[in-house]
């Protein structure tokens, strides 16, 4: 079936360092792939997505790229803010069979000033 | 400004009671998704509906109910809350098409004692 599998936190981090989170997922066909942030005391917004192999998604400095060969996911920023302090959700969501979209566990961040 | 709303933001209700939750979208979405999240466990699907009128279970309906008379809103129903439902509620909502992404409200902690 299909699955995301995200890498554990929490990552505290301090101002300006350079963030990774993992993801890896496991699914039939091409799925389109997601990250969504949850900011404390709100609901999940979208922040990046791709739809096909090779494709990159970027927002507010946040990079991902979709790698086939891999089936990873991962999320990249060059330079964290403390305004960056959230929760980081990895999901895919198939391509047939269904509107389910599978989200990981989450990744708490913690950025320090 | 695209918008996913919750009836309550905090709800404490005693062991048998019935509870309701609401969620109302303005976006013509025509898809509605209920999630618990629980920490560790990341978001669980509770039931969604792909049209008014139909529903389908998710991962975890045991003890839920939904109903969706209407477009833009979708009601999780707890016949008899129980302690084990303390959790977060997200509501979401999405376009036709699996690859979507889905918008969410800002969630509702439910307290069962």
């Known amino acids: 079936g299909n699955s995301v599998t995200q890498m554990e936190g929490p990552v505290t981090l301090s101002e300006e360092a350079f963030l990774t989170i993992n993801c890896t997922y496991t699914?039939?066909?091409?799925?389109?792939l997601f990250w969504y942030v949850q900011y404390p005391g709100e609901g999940l917004q979208l922040l990046l997505k791709?739809?096909?192999?090779?494709d990159k998604g970027s927002n507010k400095g946040f990079e991902a790229t979709y790698r086939k060969e891999t089936t990873s996911f991962h999320l990249e920023k060059g330079s964290v803010q403390v305004s960056d302090s959230a929760v980081y959700f990895c999901?895919?969501?198939?391509?047939?069979?269904?509107?389910?979209?599978?989200f990981g566990a989450g990744t708490r961040l913690f950025v320090k000033a | 400004d695209v918008k996913v709303t919750q009836s309550s933001r905090y709800l404490v209700k005693r062991t048998g009671e019935k509870v309701f939750l609401e969620c109302v979208q303005d976006?013509?979405?025509?898809?509605m998704f209920w999630y618990r999240q629980d920490p560790g466990l990341g978001l669980r699907l509770i039931y969604f509906?792909?049209?008014?009128?139909?529903?389908e279970k998710g991962d975890i309906p045991e003890g839920y109910s939904v109903s969706r008379e209407k477009k833009e809103r979708f009601s999780l129903i707890l016949e008899s809350a129980s302690t084990n439902q303390t959790s977060m509620y997200l509501c979401?909502?999405?376009?036709?098409?699996?690859?979507?992404?889905?918008?969410f409200g800002p969630g509702t902690r439910l307290t069962v004692t």
């Open positions: 509906s792909y049209d008014v009128k139909m529903k």
């Open positions: 976006m013509d979405h025509e898809n």
């Open positions: 979401a909502s999405s376009k036709g098409a699996t690859n979507y992404e889905q918008y």
């Open positions: 791709a739809t096909k192999a090779d």
């Open positions: 699914a039939t066909g091409y799925p389109s």
């Open positions: 999901a895919l969501s198939p391509n047939t069979g269904g509107f389910k979209t599978i």
